[in-house]
């Protein structure tokens, strides 16, 4: 029995539509800026450069409309690893949430879902690469055969997401638009993979990558190939790096099914994104999309952010910005003319504490495992306090969990264990034996040492810091004595993955308003990533092969959840599970959340239309802007 299927042009949603009457491909408008590589030859015309049947976006976001082309969307970043905002922002995947997180197709003109077992991905005829190559099944077998089943590219084999009771999918080309998925049982990760901020990639464009590939060019092609920086390196290396491009977004040459592509290869201190001449979205006018012709990242340093957002140097800003800069950035506005607006922001928790469960220090790593004392440290953070001191009293204490907005939410999830409640912190670390104290009043362990946590952070807001120096005087009072130590981005990963971190302190949970159809890999020991147990993460992600086994009870039943969840065969069962792993997360107290539902400044230029009064800033679903369709943003004259 087909359960749900999806075909382009009917349930496209309110954001999506094909053309109805009127045909807006048969009165397509030549791009201006495009013209003169028009009539020169250069490029086919626009009719013939879209889709057969591309997307035609017909309601939008914002209030103001279809747009006019040209001009360009300046954004204010503060190094090379933010090129990835591109990829996030354009939010061109091959299925996506739209504003009201429904699924659609975007990239494929449909998909069909038959029980959960079979998944048939149909292209848009005549869809094209950014360098005009077209992007047929053939990128989905080159990518399948030759990256995922390729043991130098992929040693651990396929993604998680694509293995079922340990089992490959098996794969068919049908034709150069239809591709099919099959399993022996449901895969209830592989629709919802496609429209996540950073996607289940299940395709590549082979024409460009082959050339770099030992199955379709030998050792000499590859090394000519090669950047002057990759003399010398392995094939896996030279090829990876391009592959890793689909995402991070830092090469000009890859080519792309975003709306703009980068032109200027980092390092540099403005990277230029021009638009896309092949790209699959048009307005009902017939005006192929994206508006802007160009989006620019000027490089700037973090704490100038504001201030230059503040005085209209940025047409969109909202990264590096929080709410502390808001009466700053509305008093500057009424001289530069931007707008300010406030977006809810989307994450688990403002920052959280991350107990690390696999530090390699044995007599902290047997604390931190004792429920007791990750308790003690949550009830003993004054989060009222906090929220007025460093939120201005704008935000909501609350664990590390979901947002109210999510269906599967219960209050418990953000209140248990999570009232200030010093005295019953103290309790707790006097039954754990921890009664002894120093000169100083910290408690001792058991081996005699000071009980002095060190924190590790990268984070440069003046905000976390103020924070953290807070929730340090908050455990002073108890006896817990907690030190910060700023890293470097690439140190701080390094220190926690190998056990050299005890605690860090990041971001909330990226998964804030999931629903029962969404996975629940991040509440569980799943991958690296999990700051709180990443080498029970590694196992898992490795297949036993990197890693520790998971051995604590409580954390397994996690692991069990997230299985519970891919048998079940209803919502009901789905919903069950995640009920049962966010009670397990919060009864643990695996990670120590401190507010949430704070509001996000959004810095609009005067001259910039169709962004949202109101919208939702979150990671995923969406990739913040993403889910409002930046390619339909446009610059009045």
């Known amino acids: 029995m087909k359960r749900r299927g999806f075909l382009g042009g009917l349930l496209l949603g309110p954001l999506c539509g094909t053309a109805l009457g009127a045909d807006p491909v048969e009165s397509m408008r030549e791009t201006p800026v495009l013209a003169d590589r028009v009539k020169s030859g250069m490029l086919p015309p626009a009719a013939r450069r879209i889709p057969r049947q591309p997307l035609v976006v ?26 990835v905002l591109m990829t996030i922002y354009s939010y061109a995947r091959l299925i996506v949430h739209d504003a009201a997180f429904k699924l659609r197709p975007d990239i494929l003109e449909s998909w069909q879902d038959d029980d959960g077992r079979e998944f048939t991905f149909r292209l848009r005829a005549g869809h094209r690469w950014s360098d005009g190559h077209p992007f047929t099944t053939e990128d989905f077998r080159f990518f399948w055969e030759d990256i995922a089943n390729n043991a130098e590219l992929s040693p651990f084999g396929p993604q998680d997401e694509l293995i079922v009771d340990g089992k490959p999918p098996g794969v068919d080309i049908i034709d150069e638009t239809t591709v099919r998925y099959r399993w022996d049982r449901p895969n209830p990760y592989f629709i919802q993979s496609q429209a996540r901020v950073w ?34 390196r392995d094939w896996v290396q030279v090829f990876r790096r391009r592959l890793d491009a689909m995402f991070v977004n830092n090469s000009a040459d890859m080519p792309s099914l975003n709306p703009w592509v980068l032109t200027t290869p980092p390092p540099v201190q403005r990277y230029v994104f021009e638009r896309n001449p092949y790209y699959h979205r048009i307005d009902a006018s017939g ?25 209209g140097e940025a047409d969109l800003q909202a990264r590096y910005l929080k ?16 707008s300010v607006r406030l977006w809810q922001f989307g994450s688990g928790s403002q920052f959280a504490l991350y107990p690390n469960l696999n530090a390699n220090d044995a ?9 007791r004392f990750r308790r003690a440290l949550s009830l003993s953070i004054d989060r009222e306090e906090l929220n007025q001191v460093v939120y201005l009293g704008l935000a909501t204490p609350s664990n590390n969990t979901i947002m109210s907005r999510s269906v599967l939410f219960k209050p418990e999830y953000a209140t248990r264990w999570a009232e200030y409640q010093p005295q019953a912190a103290n309790r707790l670390l006097d039954e754990m034996g921890l009664g002894r104290r120093d000169a100083n009043g910290v408690r001792l362990l058991p081996d005699g040492r000071s009980a002095i946590i060190v924190v590790e952070s990268q984070s440069e807001a003046t905000e976390e810091s103020d924070a953290l120096n807070l929730i340090a005087e908050h455990w002073r009072r108890i006896g817990v004595k907690m030190l910060v130590k700023q890293q470097t981005f690439e140190n701080f990963w390094l220190r926690t993955a190998s056990g050299e971190a005890t605690m860090t302190a990041y971001a909330g949970l990226f998964t804030a308003v999931p629903t029962p159809d969404t996975s629940p890999r991040e509440f569980a020991p799943t ?18 092969k990197q890693g520790e086994p998971c051995d604590v009870p409580e ?25 049962g792993i966010l009670q397990t997360n919060v009864d643990q107290v695996f990670t120590i959340g401190t507010v949430n539902g ?25 990739g913040y802007f993403g889910l409002y369709q930046p390619d339909t943003f446009w610059v009045a004259s």
């Open 527 to 544: 991958t690296q990533g999990g700051l709180q147990w990443p080498k029970w993460g590694m196992y898992v992600a490795s297949k036993g």
């Open 598 to 622: 704070l509001s996000q400044p959004i810095v609009v230029g005067p001259k910039i239309r169709n962004v949202p009064k109101e919208g939702f800033y979150g990671w995923d679903p969406g």
């Open 323 to 338: 709410i502390r800069d808001y009466a700053f950035l509305q008093n500057s506005a009424r001289s530069s003319g931007v």
């Open 58 to 83: 017909r309601t939008f976001a914002g209030e103001d409309g279809p747009g006019r082309h040209g001009g360009q969307l300046t954004m204010l970043v503060t190094g090379n690893r933010d090129t």
């Open 287 to 311: 005006q192929q999309l994206p508006y802007a012709d160009r989006v620019v990242f000027d490089v700037t340093a973090p704490n100038l952010i504001p201030a230059r957002a503040g005085l």
């Open 555 to 579: 954390a397994r039943q996690l692991l069990d959840g997230v299985r519970q969840w891919e048998l079940a065969d209803d919502e009901p069962g789905r919903r069950r599970a995640w009920d």
């Open 199 to 232: 996607p289940l990639f299940v395709f590549a464009p082979a024409h460009y990558l082959k050339r770099f590939h030992p199955r379709y060019s030998d050792a000499a092609a590859i090394a000519g190939a090669a950047g002057a920086g990759e003399r010398g």
């Open 363 to 371: 007599e902290w790593r047997k604390l931190l495992r004792d429920v």
